[in-house]
């Protein structure tokens, strides 16, 4: 099983493409963001991102995981929703 708290970080690095805005939005340190990653890409076993100088790419493994990490914020919220 993934770590939910990796792959929400993982799924907001995607959506700010930066480390340190999606660092700010979480309210962690860019190095924090950095850590979650490594992270994930240990338990998941391959890289996810390209590092191309500030910016990347997402791998096809970190393509699977930001679609992983979508999908299960719209699981959340429709629970939320059923809850209430």
């Known amino acids: ?3 939910a708290t990796w792959l929400e970080t993982f799924t907001t690095l995607c959506e700010a493409g930066h480390f340190t805005r999606a660092a700010e939005r979480l ?3 860019q190095p924090g963001v950095s850590q979650h990653l ?3 890409e240990d ?3 391959q890289p996810l991102i390209a590092r191309e100088g500030k910016r990347f790419t997402l791998t096809a ?3 699977a995981v930001f ?3 979508l999908s299960r914020r719209g699981e959340e919220a ?3 929703e ?3």
Do not use: H
């Open 1 to 3: 099983m993934l770590n």
């Open 27 to 29: 309210n962690m340190t």
């Open 38 to 40: 490594r992270k994930l």
């Open 43 to 45: 338990q998941v076993g």
């Open 61 to 63: 493994a970190g393509d």
């Open 67 to 69: 679609a992983l990490g």
């Open 78 to 80: 429709r629970l939320r």
């Open 82 to 84: 059923a809850i209430e």
